[in-house]
């Protein structure tokens, strides 16, 4: 039986993590999409990252998967995508799923919160 602790590893193993203060150098490149996969309501409460694609873990297959009218066309396949979440773990899971459905360059930045401390720019 697998538990969440065998997923993340998976999921870790996979994708590439880098840090708040690193990411940053990222941010406003022109093939450099930042997706927070946190739900809305903790988007509410704290904001995320500018100019960020908000897409729920949950939902992230379908908005993935050019094949479904939910298709969000901000995820292309050759973009370099930047995870952010609440610590880290749904970033990874979602990392995870994105490198399962083809897309080649995913990287898990963490947490708002070390996105907000590293002085990353935010939006409400």
Known sequence: MKTAQHFLEEANSVVPRISAEEAKNFHGKSNAVFVDVRDSGDIAKSGTVKDAVCIPRGFIE???????????????????????????????????????????????????????????????
Do not use: H, R
């Not at 773990?89 to 590293?118: H, P, R």
């Open 62 to 124: 379908f908005a993935a998967d050019e094949n479904t009218p939910l298709y969000n066309p901000a995820l292309k396949q050759d973009a370099d995508i930047y995870l952010v979440c609440g610590a880290g773990g749904q970033a990874a899971l979602a990392g995870k799923t994105l490198k399962d459905m083809g897309y080649n360059s995913v990287t898990n930045i963490g947490g708002f919160g070390d996105w907000k401390e590293a002085g990353g720019p935010v939006e409400i």
